[in-house]
């Protein structure tokens, strides 16, 4: 019988805080128990033990390697499979926790809405107290016909788009993570909801003006359009890598992935440059930019980690190393 295995854990030091003295945890076989054994057994110890697993996150000292994800065993870590009577693990609270498709839900519910809301204001309650305190004089029912078709175009699309992220988040996506941090839920709605409302009120303002150039208004919606189609396709091939209820990762294959790595990103950057172009608007441009900024970050994190992951070592796959991040034979 294998020897039990002293971790000796302790948390992650902090400017100015006093740090507590290190929890010691016996675990007597590596080879069957997992991180989530390991936690449970130091929150015995630390009299917490109905604390939520996916709060702390462990890392090994001597390797900084994350013990990730909890029902991983722990003989599978390079850091942990090696014959040693005592590892440090270094902990970090990361705050109370909330599900991804909660924080996906919620972020997305107000864009979904803050369109059709406008719209109803607008056009039913032009002289309504919170129209004219949205819009003061301009008066709704000045807006010529063409002006409002054009409007009525531009809310169906930007609506069309988060509706189609909300049913992505409840019937397609497959999370990697269980949980994140529930200070991130009011991050990421303030953004989405702060630029879906100036985006919306900046359209549907009765002294809006359309493109004046065709090519935007016969270019914009097209690109929009094909744009979502193609990354709806690009999170569907994403949930066929991933078996409902496993945490297995693959190399993405098909079309779409045949040249870069994140062609989701990709489509979701087009499709706002389409929307751009059609509304003509600073806001949403303003969007457009700020969202491929923050996706190309993601974009080339997500590259690396491929990279790092299916490096054809130990029977693992080889990343095509032709492929690029987000531009295909450029980026």
Known sequence: MAPSTIFVIRSAPRPGATEKPP???????????????????????INKPNQDVNRYR?????????????ERALSSFPSITKDASEITIVF??????ISWRTVFIVEYLFPMLVFPMLWLLVRKFPQGFVTKFLYGD??????????KEWQDMLALMFTAHFLKREIETMLIHRFGND??????????SGYYWAFAFWIAFIT???????PTCKSARTIGPILFTISELLNLKAHIDLRNLRPAGTRIRQVPRGIL?????????LFEILAWVGFTMASQSVAAACFAVVGAAQMTVWAIQKHKRYRKEFNGEDGRELYPRNRKILIPFIF
């Not at 929890?23 to 110890?45: A, C, G, Q, W, Y």
């Not at 462990?58 to 909890?70: D, I, R, Y």
């Not at 970090?92 to 926790?97: F, I, S």
């Open 23 to 45: 929890v010691r945890v016996s675990i007597p076989n590596k080879e069957t128990s997992t991180v989530n054994d390991l936690k449970r057994e130091f929150f015995k110890s």
């Open 92 to 97: 970090k609270d990361l705050g109370p926790q």
């Open 179 to 188: 949980t994140m941090p529930l200070r991130n839920i009011f991050k990421n």
């Open 58 to 70: 462990f890392t090994v000292e001597a390797s900084g390697e994350h013990l990730a994800p909890n």
């Open 138 to 147: 301009a008066n709704p029912d000045y807006t010529r016909p063409a002006v």
């Open 257 to 265: 992935f045949k040249f870069i790595s994140c062609p989701n990103y």
């Open 204 to 210: 549907m303002h009765p002294l809006y003006t359309p």
